[in-house]
Structure formats: C-alpha cells, structure tokens
C-alpha cells in the first residue's frame, strides 16, 4: 500500500493490524464504506489464499508480496521453503510480517526494490491492485519487478466494477485516516488495464468467493 500522506500509516489501518481486529472499512467521499477484512489478513493463510500459494510452490524463483499487511502470505510461503518478501509502506504491517519470521521492508512499491526483473512471481493481493489509484501504472511497474518468465498474481474485485475513488480508512470509532486515491477494478477492467502495461491473462479462476487473474510479461515464453 503506498501513498505520500500519512495514509496506511499513522491511522486506524495501523492500529487494526497491532491488534489484530477489526472491523475497518474504506469511507468514500460518498459515506460509502467498503469493509476491509484485517482480521482475515492478520490470520494465517486459509481458503482462497491457498489457490494463489500453489500457483507458487512450483515456482524456483523468489516471491515478492506487494502491500504485504500483515504478512500471512509471506510467512505461508516461507514455511514450504518458497523464497518470499513483503513490501508495504505500514511499519505495523512490517513489524508484523517480521514477527511471523518473514522477510519484509518499509517502503513503496514504486521505490527501489532487491531483485528488480527477477522476481519468479508478485502478488497483488487483497484489494492492492487499488494502490496509488492507477491500477496501470502499478501492473507496469510490478511488471518491471518479476523476470521475463514470471508471474504476477493479481486478486480482483468479486463483481465487475472499474472505479478510481478517494476513500480514507475508518476504524471501529468512527476515526478517520487522511484521503487517498484508491481504486477496484473487476477481473474484465483489471485484464484491460494490464494490457496496457504489457502484460496478457493466462488465467482467471475463483476461489472462496475470491476472484484472481495470473498475468504474464507480453512477451514470456510459455512454460
């Protein structure tokens, strides 16, 4: 999750994931609220997380978790011995992933990153192709990140829907984080969106509810 202000960071998105529990949601300027399921992300990997891990676990190559929260996908693919990194802007969310004896960083994914075009696969899980609230230059730049071969794993919104909101985080007693570009995109606008930052579809599949796509470099061989 990445952003200049303080979003993420010092609000209650910090204060959930220390403790653990929600609930949490992302207030739009409308009043809309969009849950956030932190305390799902703070448990270990379960359900629909585990179709994404196994499109892993063939790989060998590192992984790299882009917005990482609370790191349980990092620590999932650690425990089968899959290389694997998180990266998030939340300290919180760092120390987190740290305590569960992952492997994490405190920055942006638009920064300077280890292994850049080598990368056997990145996820974007969890609503995180909504970072920065251009969801093409994000897959461009998580393009950048996995080699010419590798995988990004990207999960969608359940229903079809191609929005570009600012929200802020609302916390369980009605505080507020600072505003934000987000955005949500469904599994169509997220394979167009990707088109356009070089990257085709390999695969669509559904899980627990959950929708994912798996996106190649335009130009990677077939493996």
Not at 61 to 67: E, I, Q, R, S, Y
Request: glycine letters at 14%; a positive charge; one cysteine or more.
């Amino acid at each position: 999750m990445t952003g200049t202000s303080t979003a993420w960071i010092d609000d209650p998105f910090a204060d959930a994931v220390r403790t653990g529990r929600g609930p949490l949601w992302l207030r739009g300027d409308d009043g809309r609220r969009i849950p956030l399921d932190i305390e799902r992300w703070c448990a270990p990997a379960a359900g629909g997380d585990h179709s994404l891990l196994m499109r892993c676990f063939h790989l060998s190559a590192p992984v790299v978790d882009l917005g990482c929260g609370p790191g349980r996908l990092v620590a999932a693919l650690l425990a089968v011995g899959v290389p694997a990194l998180g990266v998030d802007v939340t300290p919180a969310a760092v120390a987190r992933t740290l305590g569960l004896g992952g492997a994490a960083l405190c920055r942006s994914v638009f920064d300077r990153l280890p292994a850049e075009g080598r990368w056997g696969a990145a996820l974007l899980a969890d609503g995180n192709l909504g970072i920065g609230g251009n969801p093409e230059a994000l897959l461009r730049r998580a393009a950048e990140l996995i080699a010419p071969d590798g995988l990004l794993l990207v999960e969608v919104e359940p229903r079809e829907v191609d929005e570009r909101v600012t929200v802020r985080v609302e916390g369980p007693d009605g505080r507020l984080g600072p505003p934000f570009a987000w955005a949500r995109l469904g599994a169509r606008a997220a394979a167009r969106r990707a088109h356009g930052a070089g990257l085709v579809e390999a695969e669509r599949w559904t899980s627990h509810g959950r929708r994912f796509l798996t996106l190649r470099r335009r130009t990677a061989p077939a493996r």
